[in-house]
């Protein structure tokens, strides 16, 4: 069966929608977007031929609106849909109402995306077919001798609604806490729990399968170092199925084509397995759909994963299975997820507007013909980071020859990005990159433990950049201000006739330290810099200063927007804010205040005004950019204020409470 297809609507948002529409491009289609309000000026909505508006602001309200996404492509004349990743993309009554709508479906049949849509039941289907499980276990009736175990939401993944559990006084609230974000996230609470294979290994096979009974393997990947069990290094070929070697691959290969060729599968997907270091293996799950990391198996296989899911979606047979997808791939591909978060601080999710994201890139969408560095992003200078999605900035992709040099090559191009506006895990990534461990190969779902998010933090200006940064800001500063000025404009700042006390300008780092940068410019016109012994200024503008160390000269870019500075040079970068000269008596928060530390809704608060309450211990939970975050009490004390209610919609740096300390509340009483 051929169906035509002229004119395609992707119902998604951000790099998705972007990636789809450029294969869609390339293959002489029209394209047609739909957003929410707050996407309406969104790059995927200025890349497609036409947009349809989606009313409202959250994904309840638009992206997961079914019958509004049809309507659209119907009155924007699609005749086929692509459901990108999350949303609706494993949704089988949303795949089916495409269908009965006259519309090509651009994914696998409403009865397979059925069929692997509830993780109970796929294990169940997978278990019959042969593949290797793990086995179920019902919440209600676990004992202390099954944990570990982890809880999944059955309906979806992304790290959604999942939850470790290694005390049974814990599974509880665990189970309710998993429910809600399921609920949230999906639109369904059902979760589940399996036994929890500590540092065990994720790796996946991509699949892709036609109507003619034809299924590729094509490549394998190792998605093992998460955050919140969510994926943020992704590789082509797996480095554990190097390392084992043997039989693996092909066990794997035939594990996952076993797995789809039992339910029916046409187009692309994924199977999921959980490994450990021998090489054994057991289903995961199946996504339906598209995955995130994608581009590793596309640089190392040369196959454009979304072209065939459009040609397979026409009714064209897949032929041969290409001859890199069968060996893993040529060379080595690596993909991070820069988010816009903090990780040391609890991968803390950002929001705001993005002032400047300026990723060095070899291409955007696309194949790579030499090692080099592939952007796939939906976010431009001035996008907004909404608190009503997920806060990924872009995914950055190398390939290279070897392991090595990918990472080396990606490392590089992050570590030279400008990015502007908001925190992000950037030089968490570039740390990883060249981190022993992760060179090594030796990566598993538990390589971000908590000590080591510490060290991988660290900041990649290293100590003392502050000091330099602030100066070369301060100088920049005092460059523009003469540029600017009206009143004698060739004389330099602060420049006096006879000798006088230092320029002071005063910055605040990001970890909230003060710093003070001191120099005055002498009758020569030099610049003396009292605090940077053996650094000489070579020329400063408002835009650029450069200095030089040891007879080391860089260049340090300045761009400053309200009251931020960013300090940019080859390798790293500082972002300082302009201390105020005179504090705001209403800026200052009475002592104990609990602060909102992201944007987002108040879904639970488990105490009241009057109650005492011990550090550690969990006062309220929020939801922001589909995740949920628990608020606990800083230290020993009593609850004097509560300043939220369920249902309250929070901005960065809102009031929660007020814990007064205990000693004060007891001399009080």
């Not at 002229?6 to 002489?28: D, H, P, Y």
């Not at 994720?202 to 399968?209: D, K, L, P, S, T």
């Not at 201000?481 to 602060?494: D, I, L, M, Y």
């Not at 080391?552 to 302009?578: C, E, I, K, M, N």
Request: charged share 25%; glycine share 8%; hydrophobic share 45%.
């Amino acid at each position: 069966m051929s169906n035509a297809i002229t004119s395609v609507l992707v119902a998604n948002r951000g790099e998705i929608a972007s990636r789809v529409f450029a294969t869609c491009v390339s293959m002489g289609l029209n394209t047609v977007a739909v957003y929410s309000d707050p996407d309406a000026d969104a790059p995927h909505v200025r890349a497609a031929d036409a947009a349809v508006r989606l009313p409202g602001s959250t994904s309840a309200e638009t992206y997961l609106r079914g019958d509004e996404i049809i309507a659209a492509a119907q009155t924007a004349g699609a005749d086929a849909i692509h459901p990108g990743y999350g949303f609706l993309s494993e949704n089988a009554e949303f795949a089916q109402a495409v269908s009965d709508a006259g519309l090509t479906w651009i994914g696998p049949p409403p009865a397979a995306i059925r069929a692997m849509g509830s993780k109970v039941n796929a294990k169940a289907l997978m278990d019959e077919a042969g593949v290797p499980v793990l086995k179920d276990i019902d919440p209600e009736s676990v004992t202390a001798d099954e944990l570990p175990l982890l809880i999944k939401a059955s309906a979806g993944g992304g790290g959604r609604g999942m939850r470790i559990v290694r005390d049974l006084a814990e599974l509880s609230d665990a189970v309710a806490a998993a429910r809600r974000e399921a609920e949230s996230a999906f639109g369904d609470p059902t979760v589940f729990c399996e036994p929890y294979v500590e540092r065990g290994h994720h790796i996946e096979v991509q699949v892709m399968a036609d109507d003619h009974g034809e299924v590729w393997a094509v490549g394998e990947r190792e998605c093992s170092i998460q955050r919140r069990h969510q994926k943020v290094v992704e590789e082509a070929p797996a480095p554990l199925v190097e390392r084992v070697g043997g039989d693996m691959r092909e066990r794997l290969f035939a594990a996952a084509r076993k797995a789809v060729e039992s339910i029916g599968y046409r187009g692309a997907g994924t199977v999921e397995f959980l490994a450990d270091e021998n090489g054994k293996f057991f289903f995961l799950e199946t996504n339906t759909r598209l995955q995130v990391e994608h581009p590793v198996t596309e640089l190392t296989t040369g196959v454009d994963l979304v072209e065939w899911q459009l040609r397979v979606a026409m009714g064209e047979p897949l032929g041969e299975a290409p001859v890199a997808a069968a060996a893993g791939g040529f060379g080595h591909s690596i993909e991070v997820r820069l988010y816009a978060e903090d990780p040391a601080h609890d991968w803390q999710p950002q929001s705001g507007r993005v002032v400047r994201i300026d990723l060095p890139a070899t291409t955007r969408f696309g194949l790579l013909e030499r090692p080099g560095v592939r952007v796939d992003s939906g976010i431009t200078d001035g996008s907004e980071i909404s608190t009503f999605y997920d806060p990924m900035l872009a995914k950055v992709i190398s390939w290279a020859p070897d392991r090595a040099q990918a990472a080396a090559i990606l490392a590089r191009a992050l570590s030279d990005a400008r990015i502007h506006g908001l925190v992000t895990n950037r030089d968490m990534l570039v740390n990883t990159l060249r981190e022993k461990d992760f060179l090594a190969g030796h990566t598993d779902t538990g390589y971000l433990s908590e000590e080591r998010v510490g060290e991988l933090s660290a900041p990649l200006a290293g100590e003392g950049a502050d000091l330099v940064a602030a100066t070369a800001a301060a100088l920049a500063q005092s460059a523009r201000n003469r540029a600017t000025a009206t009143a004698v404009p060739a004389a330099p700042s602060g420049w006096r006739n006879l000798a006088s006390d230092y320029q002071r300008k005063t910055y605040v780092a990001a970890d909230g330290a003060e710093i003070v940068a001191r120099y005055r410019v002498a009758r020569d016109g030099s610049v003396e810099l009292p605090d940077l012994d053996g650094v000489t200024v070579e020329s400063v503008t408002p835009d650029v200063v450069v200095l030089t160390r040891a007879g080391v000269v860089r260049r340090y870019q300045v761009s400053t927007v309200g009251d931020q500075v960013f300090v940019d040079w080859p390798g790293a970068s500082v972002t300082l804010t302009r201390a105020p000269r005179f504090i705001d008596p209403a800026a200052v928060q009475r002592p104990g205040s609990l602060l909102a530390p992201m944007p987002g809704s108040v879904i639970r608060v488990a105490v009241a005004e009057g109650d005492r309450v011990t550090a550690g211990q969990p006062l309220l939970w929020l939801e922001a950019m589909k995740m949920e975050h628990t608020i606990s009490a800083p230290s020993d004390g009593v609850v004097s204020v509560l300043a939220v209610e369920e249902g309250r919609q929070l901005a960065v740096g809102d009031v929660l409470a007020v814990i007064d300390d205990d000693a004060e509340s007891r001399s009080v009483e």
